[in-house]
């Protein structure tokens, strides 16, 4: 299904810290019923989000939005349906999608993090799935499992179309996942580091009080993942602290370094924000959300931290992004921090799921 977004946009207005013009910031999509995580585009103008198998309803794994927040599973229904009692075939199911996304060349990838019931010793159905835009069908899957555990949640994705290479981030135990999309083999650096691992010692907070899940502390370990336009360096982070790392791709890829000596190779980029996602424009920005505070920030090639959108409690855990050629960001709004897990078991979710647009300058 193609669909044009144009169809689709409620305009609200938001303050943006560059001078003092307002910022138009554009409703795509809303879900009032099920938790999307991510958002991905295409560059015919095609969108698309995800839903992971969590607490609370569940219906598809992947879908397309359409004009007046319609939404058709796809790739098809087959891919979204699977029975969480009787198991089957993970290999050629979506399990818990985690995210999607759009690479420069068009095609679509997506992150099945995998489900623990019904997965025979630590094949939870952990893979990648790459899907042909074109003719709307899987291309291929890559299989995660051989090198995770079933600790493991693969969270976030980047993809260098050049040397053909997918990077991910592993929030279960804190790590990052490297696929060969050539040959296909995987493997998995940095795993259990201190640069992919939360630091304990900061406290994630909302609205001034530390945010606790289920009577603990919060803590998701490596998260966030960019590329640098020129796939020169990955950027990642833990989602509960303020601490952004990087590495050249070039010492990711270099299976001759042990693990301590990529770990030297890691370089502190500086202290800015807790983030779920993040993404790179083409003039080298890097976009991440304030979950404290409910902001939108990017650091600029000087590595100074400008505010896009001010805070605003609409801006509900913005979670992933994805940056067009036109310059547009979308972003994808999960509400993460309005679960019950937070509230005592209670219901805190004050609005929709969103995608939303911003046209950046």
């Not at 144009?6 to 938790?35: H, M, P, R, S, W």
């Not at 949640?153 to 929030?171: E, F, H, P, Q």
Request: aromatic share 10%.
């Amino acid at each position: 299904m193609k669909s044009s977004i144009k169809n689709t946009l409620v305009a609200v207005l938001l303050f943006v810290g560059f001078g003092t013009k307002a910022q138009t910031v554009e409703t795509v999509f809303e879900d009032d019923t099920y938790q999307l995580t991510g958002v991905a585009v295409s560059k015919s103008g095609r969108v698309f989000t995800n839903y992971p198998r969590w607490a609370g309803p569940y219906q598809y794994a992947l879908v397309e939005v359409g004009k007046n927040n319609q939404k058709t599973p796809f790739p098809d229904v087959q891919w979204n349906t699977w029975d969480v009692e009787k198991g089957g075939d993970k290999a050629n199911h979506f399990l818990c999608v985690q995210a999607v996304v759009i690479d420069d060349k068009d095609n679509m990838w997506v992150v099945d993090a995998g489900y623990a019931k019904n997965a025979e010793g630590s094949d939870k159905g952990q893979k990648l799935v790459k899907i042909n835009l074109k003719t709307n069908t899987v291309e291929k899957v890559y299989p995660l499992y051989p090198v995770l555990s079933a600790k493991s949640y693969a969270n976030d994705i980047r993809i260098d179309t050049k040397k053909n290479i997918a990077y991910l981030t592993n929030s279960g135990e804190g790590g990052i996942i490297i696929v060969d999309l050539k040959s296909g083999k995987v493997r998995q650096v940095l795993l259990a580091t201190p640069v992919t691992k939360a630091d304990t010692t900061y406290i994630m907070k909302r609205n001034g009080a530390p945010l606790i899940s289920n009577g603990k502390p919060f803590f998701v370990h490596s998260d966030g993942i960019a590329l640098t336009p020129d796939a020169a360096q990955l950027y990642f982070k833990s989602l509960t602290d303020n601490k952004l790392y990087r590495i050249a791709t070039s010492d990711l890829n270099d299976k001759n370094l042990s693990e301590a000596q990529l770990l030297q190779r890691v370089k502190l980029v500086g202290t800015f924000t807790t983030t779920d996602g993040m993404a790179f424009d083409e003039k080298g920005n890097l976009y991440l959300g304030d979950l404290e505070k409910r902001e939108l920030i990017r650091i600029n090639p000087q590595l100074k931290a400008e505010t896009v959108l001010p805070a605003n409690e609409d801006l509900a855990w913005p979670d992933s992004y994805h940056v067009t050629d036109n310059d547009w960001l979308y972003i994808s709004l999960s509400r993460i921090d309005e679960e019950p897990r937070f509230h005592n078991s209670e219901n805190g979710r004050k609005g929709p799921y969103k995608i939303i647009r911003v046209k950046l300058d």
